[in-house]
């Protein structure tokens, strides 16, 4: 091995995409150097669990897209969001939550968090009242909620929610996973901090797993950024480089994946509202859907990527149209290429109490389907044909 670091040196002339470097650990020419990085006097690294530039790299890409002054990438989104909690919250200070999060996140809330003395309050985040009554019957540190929730798609009035927030001195966090920066970025209605699963649309290729934390304030100011920033060596939730270098990658194209998927789901809900079988369309982009109005104002006019409809015939419905479409797997995460579909009831939702799944209006009939960015005329013939065997295939419906 060459003895110096002149081996990676590449002329005038430079590479267009990022460099992977993969090393764990630098090689420090001597003390007073060492010293100078660890004081940030000197640019560099040390130990890559510390940080990388992989992950320097991609941070300040999301920073960029997320309008925030601060930002650190981690292994998972759900590294991201224990890193943001652990980092803000204390025994004995309370956090309050939509009731309608993602499963894992409320888990993490309702369960791991409480066991360490921190108290958690479930609220209907789209009932601003109730959210407004919450925030004042007893004193929280910290509101959790998504922008969009999983499956129905229910809208967060972030401008409100971040408008109450801040009169009473509670930092707003948005799980910001299923909108994603093209449709909303939160930070710029009022959010103190976003999170994003880079596993889904942002990395965009369901080939990596990594997570993202960024926000307001000053890292060098405020002590619970710092608490955040070192939170992610700490607590050993970094992303390793080689996910890192593929989410920056995935990121070249973020805006028109998304842009095309948001498309695409307009077309598929409108196209499922007029099918054989259908019980309900959920997709913001239609005037029946709760939250049209809102998410219309809050996303400028695009509807997002995600939409839900539900089966006549319940789980047996679902199983005879999963059979009848194997080009859309049913693949349990969201963001691919490819439009794929979930069953919340056995996966996302399977820990929550058949009464919570009532509660939330997630029946055995319903898919979930994360919309991809191929062609309009390949997402409709590949629905047309397998509704054609879905319909087929359901006993009694066309005898021989
Ligand atoms: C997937 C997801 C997470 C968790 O992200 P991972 O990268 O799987 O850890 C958190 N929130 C939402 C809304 C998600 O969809």
New binding site residues.
């Given amino acids: 091995m060459p003895g110096n670091k002149a081996w990676f040196t590449w002329g005038p002339a430079w590479p267009v995409s990022p460099p992977l470097v993969p090393a764990a650990v630098y090689a420090i020419p001597d003390l007073d150097t060492l010293e100078s990085i660890y004081a940030a006097e000197t640019p560099g690294y040390i130990y890559a669990r510390d940080g990388h530039p992989n992950a320097d790299y991609l941070a300040e890409q999301i920073n960029e897209l997320e309008q925030a002054r601060w930002g650190m990438i981690t292994a998972?989104?759900?590294?991201?969001?224990s890193v943001v909690l652990l980092g803000l919250l204390a025994p004995g200070e309370r956090i309050i939550v939509s009731d309608r999060?993602?499963g894992?996140?409320s888990r993490l809330i309702h369960g791991e968090l409480r066991r360490l003395g921190i108290l958690s309050t479930a609220v209907d985040i789209c009932d601003l009242d109730a959210v407004e009554r919450a925030l004042t019957a007893a004193p929280a540190r910290v509101l959790f909620t998504?922008t969009i929730s999983?499956p129905l798609c229910r809208v967060a009035n972030l401008p409100r929610l971040a408008e109450m927030a801040r009169a009473l001195g509670v930092l707003l966090i948005v799980?910001n996973?299923?909108a994603s920066p093209v449709l909303c970025r939160p930070l710029q209605v009022g959010a103190a901090v976003v999170?994003e699963?880079?596993?889904?649309f942002l990395g965009g290729h369901s080939d990596l797993?990594?997570?993202y934390v960024g926000g307001q304030g000053n890292r060098f100011v405020e002590p619970w950024v710092e608490r955040i920033c070192a939170g992610v060596s700490l607590w050993g939730s970094t992303g390793n480089p080689w996910e890192c270098w593929l989410t920056s990658r995935g990121l070249e194209t973020l805006e028109l994946r998304v842009a095309a998927a948001c498309r695409n789901a307009q077309i598929l809900a409108d196209w499922l509202a007029r099918q054989t079988g259908v019980l309900q369309v959920v997709y913001p982009g239609r005037a029946d859907h709760p939250d049209h109005h809102l998410a219309g104002q809050l996303f400028a006019h695009r509807y997002g990527p995600m939409l839900a409809v539900e089966l006549e015939g319940g789980r047996d419905a679902v199983n005879h149209w999963l059979r009848a479409n194997p080009e859309i797997p049913l693949a349990p995460?969201?963001g691919h290429t490819r439009t794929t579909c979930s069953h919340p009831t056995s996966t996302?939702h399977r820990n929550d109490s058949p009464a919570d799944r009532q509660r939330q209006g997630i029946r055995d009939g319903l898919l979930r389907f994360s919309l991809g960015c191929e062609p309009e005329s390949e997402l409709l013939s590949k629905f047309e044909a397998g509704w054609l065997r879905f319909l087929k295939s359901l006993p009694g419906q066309y005898p021989e």
């Avoid at 998972?76 to 969001?81: D, E, H, Q, T, Y």
């Avoid at 699963?197 to 889904?200: E, I, Q």
């Fill in positions: 998972s989104g759900m590294a991201a969001i999060l993602y894992k996140t998504e999983n799980d996973t299923f999170v699963s880079l596993t889904k797993t990594l997570g995460s969201l996302s």
